[in-house]
């Protein structure tokens, strides 16, 4: 068969199943049974493909996964995520437009936490939005801060969905994870000069209101007790990979330890608490193992029938410059996150994507901090990326498409800026690394 001919019946029958509505995980399973009877051997191949799927589960730098959501799930249920964005709040003061700071600060820790951005654009936007519209903040500065955070989300670590990415691709997690520290301070800088610059051209995007004076020696405290402690977890855990004190698998531990930890000083942990957190965790773990075990299995098809080679082949054939065929992929995360789920989208892409990435002599974890860039932007892109229907969904009465769209835009415009900036600086990504 030839390798358009076996690269057409493995993905048609996915989008078949998928078009069925059957979850993208169990398409990518049975499409695989089907790959490995035609291409395997019948029964045999079906078998193989089996245990080669199980021994990619059995992968130690797996592990980070459901130890990060565990952490971002104690955040969550303990309460300590939502003392830290009350403190965020109080020790902002009077700043012009500080629930669009708060939004961005405490909404980017929650989320990368969380490795769900569509999780927590719901809660920001039911929690936040309402609240700066009562203040009289526009749009722009309620709704674009919250679809602008998934951006920092994925890259700044601990990232639970970078871990995902470097086991399907089968590169360094922990060189992907400190590879994202660099551009997410950047990107933040970004998202913050663009709201320094929308309250000073227009002062009735986010007016003025009188809030509570707090003294310097109160403000210290909220900064001690609310915010060094929480914050210092994610530090001390990007810390322990960066100068090689730990693994990501070790790290992660540490940094779940450490919520626990602050649960019971603050007494805020409970069984209730414990079960809650094990059971949120637990559920996104399931879905990424059956994620890696069909990604896995996936791209031995592909290699095994000849579709990956006769794909790379024909691509470079074109005679492009690497940076035109790095936009075409771009293009497609684009196409891709505007009906489709970020993991969803790696399965499908990582496959393809990353031995093409490598014909054209690029570095894997800089070519993976772009598709992380990638999966994100396109979710937020009008006109059908999916967050801006969630937004849509918990946005007060009366916010039209057209609002979000518009107040999308900008922060859209930062993430490309950044893209951009590690196109032509790669060294923004790969100085921490070492690379």
Known sequence: MEWYSALSLLLGSIVFLMA???????AFLAANVLGAWVFMGGAQGVVLMLDNGFGALSKFALIPIPLFLLMGELFFHTGLGARMFNAIDR????LPGRLSYVTVLGGTGFATLSGSSMGSTALLGSLMVPEMNRRGYNNKMSIGPILGTGGLAIIIPPSALAVLLATLAK????????????????LAALYIALIFLQTR?????????????TSLAAKAGLLLRDVVPMSGIMVVVVAMMLWGITTPSEAAAFGALGVLILGVIYRCLSWEVIRKSVEGALKVTLMAYLIVFGSATFSQLLAFSGASHGLIGWATGFDLAPVAMLLAMFGVLL????????ISIMLLTVPIFFPLAESLGFDAIWFALIMLLGLEISFSTPPFGLLLFVMKGVAPPGTTMRDIYLSAMPFILCSLILVALLVV?????????GR
């Open 335 to 342: 196409i891709l996150g505007m009906f489709m789920e970020q």
């Open 201 to 213: 051209l227009d002062a009735d995007a986010a007016p003025a209101y009188d809030v509570e004076a």
């Open 425 to 433: 600086f790669p060294q923004l990504a790969l100085w921490l690394p």
């Open 91 to 94: 020790l902002l003061g009077r």
């Open 171 to 186: 590169i360094d997690v922990g060189a992907l994870l400190i590879a994202g520290v660099i551009p997410g301070l950047v």
């Open 20 to 26: 069925l509505g059957m979850p993208v995980a169990l």
